[in-house]
Structure formats: C-alpha cells, structure tokens
C-alpha cells in the first residue's frame, strides 16, 4: 500500500526527527561523559562533539515542529539544511572508506603533531609513548613509561585506525541515506494538502 497519505508522511517525518533528536542527546551525552571521566581531555574534540550534537538537535526540532504544524517555510530551510548535511557527510563518510595506507599515516601524524592534549590521551589509553619513537628525556602519562618498557604509539594506533574509519564512514553513510529520505519526505510532505485545513486555503 506504501506511505502515500499526508498523515503516513507526517509520522514518518517526526518519527525521523526523532531518531536525529536522540542521536544528538546521545553525542552531546557521551562527550561530556567522555571529558567528566577524564578519557578526553583536548576541549577541541569535546567541544567538536557537543557542536555537532547542538547543530544536530537544532535542525532535527526544526524539522519536528515544521512536521507537526505542517509549517512551509521551517519545512522548506530544513529541507535545505538537511540537504547540504547529507552532502558534507556522505563526502566525508566516502572518503573515510577509500582512505588508503599512505593517506592514512600521513593523517595520523599530522594530528598527532597538532594537538599535545590528544597525545596524552592516546597515550594514556594505548599505554605507549611518542608516535614513531619513544623519547626517555620526555614526559608521558602511559603507564608503562617509569619501567621504560613502552613501544612507540604509531603501531598501536594504526591497528585500531583502520577499524574506526571503516565505522565512522559506515555509520556516516548510513546516516547520509536517512537524510536524503529525510528531505524526500519533506519535500514531498509539504507539497500534500492536509486533509483537516480549509479546502480554499493556499500551501
């Protein structure tokens, strides 16, 4: 039978909106938790995080309450908004899966290099020190530095970088494709009569 009627669409489009209204609580919630516990502590990525969630969450209730009222201009800055973030984030989420070896190193180095805040993360959690090579006149969070037993975090990380690309970039693209259904159903919702509305009225 399909979703054809203005009501099916509308559920399908809050339902839809809130999906990303969680999925937006759930990022700003585990970046928070992340820098509370000390796992994270550069405030660029947690504040990167928690920018995203926010700009997440903003359009997804822009989306929700232009669904629920049937309100075109909210639904057509939405369709928009949500068009232009399916293109950044299946371009990004592409690039993550066709990323090769080289590019990956050379990536990984660089920030590396970028941020000492993230160095010291990484190498508390890996429990390794330096990225090529261990430096003993250096300092280092990992906890095997005092026995002078650590081996250099490049190897640890590219173990586990190759894994979070492949995820970030499925997950990405997953999501990509919810977008674009999203503005689909937008597009097609706001160009449906609401059955309830004065027959006369002008959409």
């Given at each position: ?114 941020s000492r805040s993230t160095q010291k ?83």
């Amino acid at each position: 039978m399909g979703c054809a009627g203005f009501t099916c669409s509308k559920h399908s489009l809050c339902a839809l909106n809130i999906l990303y209204v969680l999925v937006s609580l759930l990022m700003i919630a585990i970046a928070a938790w992340g820098k509370w516990f000390g796992l994270v502590s550069s405030f660029q990525v947690v504040g990167g995080v928690i920018g995203v969630g926010v700009f997440l969450f903003f359009v997804a209730l822009a989306g929700l309450i232009g669904a629920v009222k049937h309100h075109q201009v909210l639904l057509f800055f939405y369709m928009i908004i949500l068009f232009m973030v399916f293109i950044v984030q299946f371009s990004v989420s592409s690039a993550c899966l066709a990323i090769n070896k080289e590019q990956q190193d050379h990536l990984l180095e660089v920030g590396w290099n970028n941020s000492r805040s993230t160095q010291k993360d990484v190498e508390k959690t890996l429990n390794c020190c330096g990225f090529r090579q261990v430096d003993l006149n250096a300092t280092c969070p990992a906890a095997c530095f005092p026995n002078h037993s650590c081996l250099p975090c490049a190897d640890k990380i590219q173990e586990h970088a190759d894994e979070v690309l492949r995820f970030v970039g499925g997950t990405g693209l997953f999501f990509s494709f919810t977008e674009i259904v999203g503005v689909w159903l937008t597009y097609r919702y706001r160009n449906q009569k609401d059955p309830r509305a004065n027959p006369s009225a002008f959409l």
